[in-house]
C-alpha cells in the first residue's frame, strides 16, 4: 500500500492550490483527480473568473489583500500573469457605492467613487444610471491556466498528481484515512477533501457538515463592440446580482442567484432558456457595448452555504475546503495556505469552521 503524509481529493482551483502550498511546505503529498485536467464537470473550468478587492464585509476586503499579494507570488512563480489587473467597478443599490468605497479606502484600497457621467466616459461600452465605485485592484483571473500552473509547480516540489483516479471511498483508520480507487488503496494521515460539488456526498458519515446545496448556474459569451477598455463590473439592483468581465474578445456574463438545485452526478448541463433570455434583455438594457445575442453559453457548478462563506477546517484526519459559494476563484492561492495551515494543526478562520 502507498503511505503519504496528505492526500488531496479534488484537483480543481482548491486542491491544485492546496497540493503546491503543502508540497512547497515539504510535506509528502499526492492528489487525486476523478477527471482529467481542464475538465468541465465541476467549478474551475474556463479562462476567467473576477478577483476584486470590492466586498462589503471585512473579512473578505482583508482576504482579497492577502490573496492579491499571493497572486503577485503566484504570478511569478508560474512565470506567467495568472491574474491580469483591469480594475473592476460596482455599481447599482445592491453594491451600496458610498459605504463599498469607504470600506476600500479603510483597508488602504485606492477606490475611486465616481458619477455614473463620469464612469460611462470611462466605460462607454456600460450604462451606470448611480454612483459607481473602481476599485483598481481589480481582475481577471485564468482559472485553467492557474490550475496547470499550480500542478506544474506541485509536481516540481515532489507532489504525486494522479488524473482519472476517482477516489471510491474515505475509511478512517487509527492512523489516518485509507482512500480507495479502483485500482489500490493509499493511506494518508490526513485528507484534505477539496471535492467541490461533491464533498457532501464524500464525507457524508465521517464529517458533519452544514448544508452545502449545489446549483446548476450559467454563463453566456457576449461579443464586444465597444474597443474599451472593459473592467470587471458587479451589479445589484432590487432584482438583479449580476457579474461580467472580459474574457477573449468576449465579455462573460452572469447571474450570481437563480441557478438550478441539482447535484454534482445528476445535473444536466442543459442552459436554462429563461436564463438566456434575462441575459440578452440585460445585454440590452445594460450593455450597449456589446452584441445581446451571445456568442456562446456553458453551464457550471456552485457548492454554497447558506451564508456564502467557505468552509475550511479540520475533524480528526480530514480536512475540509468547500471554497466555492460561487466567490472562491479569486482566493485560489490564498486557500491552499489556509488548507496547508488546518493540515499544519493551525486553527481555522471562525466564520469558516465547523460547528
Ligand atoms: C459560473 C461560475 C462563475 C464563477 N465566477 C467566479 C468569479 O468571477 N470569481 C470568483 O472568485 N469565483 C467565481 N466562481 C467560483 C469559483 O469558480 C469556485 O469557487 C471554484 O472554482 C471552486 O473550486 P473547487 O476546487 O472548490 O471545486 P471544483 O472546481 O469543482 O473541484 C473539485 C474537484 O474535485 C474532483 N472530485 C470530486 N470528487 C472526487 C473524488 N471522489 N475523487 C477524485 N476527485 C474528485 C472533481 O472532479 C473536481 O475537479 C464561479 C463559479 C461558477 C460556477
Avoid at 101 to 114: C, P, T
Avoid at 314 to 328: D, E, M, T
Wanted: hydrophobic content about 40%; overall charge negative; aromatic content about 8%.
Amino acid at each position: 500500500m502507498n503511505d503519504i503524509d496528505v492526500a488531496i481529493v479534488g484537483l480543481g482551483l482548491a486542491g491544485s492550490a492546496t497540493a503546491w502550498a503543502l508540497s512547497r511546505r515539504g510535506r509528502s503529498v499526492a492528489a487525486f483527480e476523478a477527471y482529467g485536467p481542464g475538465h468541465r464537470r465541476g467549478s474551475s473550468h474556463g479562462r476567467a473568473r473576477i478577483f476584486r478587492r470590492a466586498y462589503l464585509d471585512p473579512l473578505y476586503v482583508d482576504l482579497t489583500g492577502r490573496a492579491g499579494r499571493l497572486w503577485e507570488e503566484l504570478n511569478a512563480s508560474a512565470g506567467e500573469p495568472l491574474l491580469t489587473r483591469t480594475g473592476g467597478v460596482d455599481h447599482g443599490p445592491g453594491r451600496e457605492p458610498e459605504r463599498m468605497a469607504a470600506l476600500l479606502r479603510d483597508h488602504g484600497v485606492a477606490a475611486e467613487l465616481l458619477d455614473p457621467a463620469e464612469a460611462a466616459h470611462r466605460w462607454p461600452g456600460v450604462r451606470f444610471t448611480g454612483p459607481v465605485v473602481f476599485d483598481p485592484e481589480g481582475g481577471v483571473l485564468d482559472p485553467e491556466a492557474t490550475m496547470a500552473a499550480l500542478a506544474r509547480l506541485a509536481a516540481e516540489a515532489g507532489a504525486h498528481l494522479a488524473y482519472d483516479t476517482p477516489i471510491r471511498a474515505l475509511e478512517p483508520d487509527p492512523t489516518g484515512v485509507l482512500l480507495h480507487t479502483d485500482e489500490e488503496t493509499w493511506h494518508a494521515r490526513t485528507v484534505v477533501v477539496a471535492a467541490g460539488g461533491w464533498t457532501g456526498p464524500l464525507l457524508d458519515g465521517l464529517v458533519p457538515l452544514p448544508p452545502l446545496s449545489v446549483t446548476q448556474q450559467q454563463v453566456f459569451f457576449f461579443d464586444r463592440t465597444d474597443p474599451g477598455p472593459w473592467p470587471t463590473i458587479v451589479h445589484g439592483e432590487t432584482t438583479l446580482d449580476v457579474y461580467a468581465l472580459p474574457e477573449g474578445p468576449y465579455l462573460k456574463f452572469g447571474a450570481h442567484v437563480g441557478g438550478t438545485a441539482t447535484t454534482a452526478d445528476d445535473r444536466d448541463f442543459v442552459v436554462d432558456p429563461a436564463a438566456r433570455e434575462s441575459a440578452i434583455a440585460y445585454a440590452r438594457t445594460w450593455l450597449p457595448g456589446v452584441d445581446p445575442e451571445p456568442r456562446a453559453e456553458l453551464t457550471c457548478l456552485y457548492t454554497s452555504t447558506p451564508d456564502e462563506d467557505f468552509v475550511l477546517d479540520r475533524r480528526g484526519p480530514f480536512v475540509v475546503c468547500s471554497a466555492c459559494s460561487g466567490h472562491g476563484a479569486k482566493f485560489t492561492p490564498l486557500i491552499g495556505e489556509l488548507a496547508a495551515d488546518l493540515v499544519d494543526g493551525r486553527p481555522p478562520i471562525a466564520r469558516f469552521a465547523l460547528r
